[in-house]
């Protein structure tokens, strides 16, 4: 099902204003969140479009989560964070979602829950391009 008000299902421009499409796995389309004070904070979005993981079957979710294992691992590899937060909302988009956030422990919200939108650090089209570049190629690998 495609829901015509939500960014994930419609993409274009409701996506647009906050995130760039990096590439699609099996089962999720991830895209570089344009607000990276988390450098290489990314969004992994089912691509059906539920509100919540229980609505999956049981293989949908595993899929799903070994997808979004595989980004982290990615994440990993190419920033070096101490840690990757993850943090599947919802409240007022309702398709499910889940922010990959690579934390560092010398800067920004180490040690506390990551901010939706600090709307700090915006990057231009080069720096863009090269992060969907780079996250891309290794997610193909």
């Known amino acids: 099902m495609i829901d015509n008000n939500c ?8 996506v647009a ?3 760039i499409k990096i590439c699609e796995l099996d089962t999720c389309k ?5 607000e990276q004070s988390h450098k290489g ?10 509100g919540d993981m229980t609505e999956l079957t049981a293989e949908e979710r595993a899929a799903y989560i070994e997808d979004i294992a595989k ?13 990757v937060n993850y943090g599947a909302y919802g409240d007022t988009g309702h ?11 010398d800067e920004f919200e180490w040690g506390g829950t990551f901010a939706m939108n600090p709307d700090r650090v915006y990057l231009d089209d080069a720096e863009y391009a ?3 570049n780079t996250i891309g190629e290794a997610l193909a690998d």
């Open 130 to 132: 090269e992060l969907v």
């Open 17 to 19: 204003k906050f995130g």
């Open 30 to 34: 991830v895209y570089l969140f344009k």
């Open 95 to 105: 398709h499910l979602h889940v922010h990959l956030v690579p934390k560092y422990a």
């Open 41 to 50: 904070r990314v969004i992994a979005a089912h691509k059906k479009h539920v």
């Open 71 to 83: 980004i982290s691992t990615v994440l990993q590899k190419i920033f070096k964070p101490q840690k």
């Open 7 to 14: 960014a994930y299902c419609v993409e274009g421009e409701l």
